[in-house]
């Protein structure tokens, strides 16, 4: 995420028949939201500031946000704002070089202990 701001509510409302998470570092924000047309306002004081990953995080557990809704609001933040590991990709293993084929060789000695 391109900001480092820490905050001390977080939440859900409903705005034209869309769910969002919700971040503030004022309960009262409340009041803003249900002047802007929000609905089904519920924001959470959290224990500590926190970003807005940690925030969203931490409202997942929470018994206010166990509902269905809720909980897929929030799931859908999480999926869209966790920042993605590169895939790395897994390198075969090395191959170990071919072995040629020793070709096996016979010398006949003519004098060898042989009962031939």
């Known amino acids: 995420m391109a900001t480092d701001k820490l ?50 995080l931490a409202i997942q557990g929470m018994d206010d946000f166990s509902d269905v809704m ?3 609001t929030i799931g859908e933040y999480l999926d869209e704002n966790t920042p993605k590991t590169p895939a790395v990709k897994a390198k075969a293993p090395a191959k170990a070089p071919a072995k040629k084929a020793v070709k096996a060789t016979v010398k006949a000695v003519e004098n060898e202990d042989a009962p031939f």
Do not use: C
Request: glycine share 6%.
């Open 7 to 56: 905050f001390k509510v977080a939440g859900i409302s409903k705005l034209n028949g869309e769910y969002k998470v919700r971040f503030a570092n004022d309960i009262m924000r409340i009041k803003v939201l249900a002047k802007s047309g929000h609905e089904d306002i519920r924001l959470a004081e959290l224990d500590t500031a926190m970003s807005k990953l940690e925030a969203a």
């Open 70 to 72: 809720a909980q897929a």
